[in-house]
């Protein structure tokens, strides 16, 4: 048996109630809520667990040969959306596997269905969101190859790069180096943009947790992105605000102050949500392969751009404050000074009066 599952993820910059978009698809899609088969419930915690949909499949030509793909699509709570593609047969081999990786390499031929799946599910979803917007030409894409017999006669490395060419020996030890295995007759080997499950059973805990890990650091490069585009404005404005008068100054501080305190307040409490998506806490193999995940699509990278960003924010947040602070000082100071001399004035006046 093989199968071969491409996953395009995709984010809506919204958080969604799942609650409210399962009651509305009810009635013309199946849906139903992730959960884990092979572990204690205490084993892995999903606070808000996302909603699957499964929607229609489609045939895909690719040189001559039609193959029929099986769509899901889960949508979690925090704003994204994933779609999988996935092939089976249960007839096919691992030379089979290889082959049709070979076809679908780097997921070619799949892109307009995936624009097609998101434009239809976006309608769904668009008028009840506010501020919908959706942008096809950012998404995580990951693809994971899964057969049911281990061979460790066979070389997974052209599967994972999609290619027949000799690499390097150093190349090929970066690629093999993260594998992991629960008994003698399992393994699993990941990549930063693909996987290869050889699993006797059913895999679908280690599909489901390599998907959150991919929507995990999807989360971070899009909040990465616009916390970069609000740097940029932020010093725009500041800038600008440096050529007003002082008084039309303090009040453009106090605006991007504002701004700047929404957006931190914003994106720490999302990343926080990013970051807690999922919590494996007993069972050691899991634990284990989800912290792989994340390793090998370098989730920590992401995480620390994100958090110097937020420094960078509140820092400036700061040093407006004390530039607000100070400029009511000097305004008071002056206040006091005209008071002062007016009163001054006031006392000359009457003596000579």
């Known amino acids: 048996m093989i199968s071969i599952r491409f996953y395009r993820i995709y984010d809506i910059g919204r958080e969604i109630d799942l609650d409210w978009l399962e009651k509305s698809l009810a009635q013309n899609y199946f849906t139903a809520r992730t959960s884990f088969l092979r572990v204690k419930p205490k084993s892995i915690v999903l606070e808000d667990p996302p909603l699957l949909i499964q929607m229609h ?47 679908f390499a780097g997921q070619e031929g799949l892109a307009d269905f995936y624009v097609q799946y ?98 995990q650091v999807l989360e971070l490069r899009y909040y990465d992105r616009e916390l970069t585009r ?21 009040r453009k501080y106090h605006a991007i102050m504002a701004d700047l305190m929404e957006t931190y307040a914003e994106v720490s409490e999302i990343i926080e949500k990013v970051n807690n998506l999922i919590k494996v806490t007993e069972d050691v193999y899991y634990a284990r392969l989800y912290a792989m995940a994340l390793k090998v699509q370098r989730s920590n990278q992401w995480s620390e ?37 007016l009163e001054f004035g006031l006392a000359i006046w009457q003596s000579v009066r």
């Open 118 to 215: 998101l434009k239809t599910l976006g309608e769904i979803i668009k008028p009840h969101i506010k501020n919908f917007a959706i942008n096809p030409a950012f998404f995580e894409d990951y693809t994971i190859y899964v057969t049911d017999r281990r061979d460790d006669s066979i070389d997974p490395v052209p599967l994972m790069i999609g290619d027949k060419t000799c690499i390097s020996s150093q190349m090929r030890e970066e690629i093999i180096k993260n594998s992991l295995s629960y008994s003698v007759d399992d393994l699993a080997v990941l990549s930063w943009d693909s996987a290869l499950l050889c699993e006797p059973g059913s895999p679908t805990d280690i599909l489901d947790l390599i998907e959150f890990a991919n929507v």
């Open 57 to 103: 499949p489609i045939l895909v030509e690719r040189h001559g040969r039609q193959f029929e793909f099986s769509v899901v699509a889960r949508v979690y709570d925090i704003g994204a959306i994933s779609f999988c593609f996935v092939y089976e047969d249960r007839k096919a081999d691992y030379t089979d596997l290889e082959e049709i990786a070979f076809l």
């Open 305 to 341: 751009s994100v958090s110097r960003k937020i420094d960078v924010i509140r820092e400036n947040y700061s040093m407006l404050s004390d530039e607000v602070r100070i400029q009511h000082s000097n305004f008071l100071e002056w206040v006091i000074i005209i008071l002062i001399a």
């Open 230 to 250: 609000k740097m940029e404005k932020m010093y725009d404005d500041i800038e600008h605000a440096d050529r007003m008068s002082q008084f039309r100054r303090s």
